[in-house]
T-cell receptor, first 116, second 114 residues
Framework: GAVVSQHPSRVICKSGTSVKIECRSL??????MFWYRQFPKQSLMLMAT?????????EQGVEKDKFLINHASLTLSTLTVTSAHPEDSSFYIC????????????FGPGTRLLVL | AQSVTQLGSHVSVSEGALVLLRCNYS??????LFWYVQYPNQGLQLLLK??????LVKGINGFEAEFKKSETSFHLTKPSAHMSDAAEYFC????????????FGSGTKLNVKP
């Protein structure tokens, strides 16, 4: 149980284009999902908390207009990187909580984004 | 405020040797503590967690960790390393009013020598 998937696993795009990454909870409903960014050889940095049916909460320093988050259903959250630039190249990982107040986050396999 | 410090960005052990990965936390409220493992180009897999029950927590793949409040530590151990244990390990803390947030340590890369 508690499986989280991400799609795509890897994406290469041209500078200036937008890229959408999907995060799905496969066997549970997730009222809260989280988006992280991980640079090479570094730890995870929380970008935003995605709540179903409401606006995402962004961490300080994360551009809301750059990283659009939509949590339209209890099993799907999407992260759209708008007008991507090479510096947006990174490993993006989502996670989800099984219960509204569950203490554990279950992580997806991650999406490698390369912007040329 | 909460934070996590992982001592040693790289740890190398021989196969069959004891694995000890260190994690110290800072929290103004009773914490929840987690250890996750990450294999290359993959997401994080939960190894074990402490949520204010037993202080010695057993996880998957033979790992265990002990919560020591007096030392603000939550070190991860495994009696005998296996080659498949080579990966990066992250300690995380959450809790208190900001229950959503996980604060991750910087990670420890474990190398297992044959």
């Amino acid at each position: 149980g508690a499986v989280v998937s991400q799609h795509p696993s890897r994406v290469i795009c041209k500078s200036g284009t937008s890229v959408k990454i999907e995060c799905r909870s496969l066997d549970f409903q997730a009222t809260t999902m989280f988006w992280y960014r991980q640079f090479p050889k570094q730890s995870l940095m929380l970008m935003a908390t995605s709540n179903e049916g409401s606006k995402a909460t962004y961490e300080q320093g994360v551009e809301k207009d750059k990283f659009l988050i939509n949590h339209a259903s209890l099993t799907l959250s999407t992260l759209t990187v708008t007008s991507a630039h090479p510096e947006d190249s990174s490993f993006y990982i989502c996670s989800a909580r099984v219960q509204p107040h569950g203490e554990t986050q279950y992580f997806g396999p991650g999406t490698r984004l390369l912007v040329l | 405020a909460q934070s996590v410090t992982q001592l040693g960005s790289h740890v190398s052990v021989s196969e069959g040797a004891l694995v000890l990965l260190r994690c110290n936390y800072s929290s103004s409220v009773p914490p929840y503590l987690f250890w996750y493992v990450q294999y290359p180009n993959q997401g994080l897999q939960l190894l074990l967690k402490y949520t204010s029950a037993a202080t010695l927590v057993k996880g998957i793949n033979g790992f265990e960790a002990e919560f020591k409040k007096s030392e603000t530590s939550f070190h991860l151990t495994k009696p005998s390393a296996h080659m498949s244990d080579a990966a990066e390990y992250f300690c995380a803390v959450s809790g208190g009013y900001n229950f959503n947030k996980f604060y991750f340590g910087s990670g420890t890369k474990l190398n297992v020598k044959p």
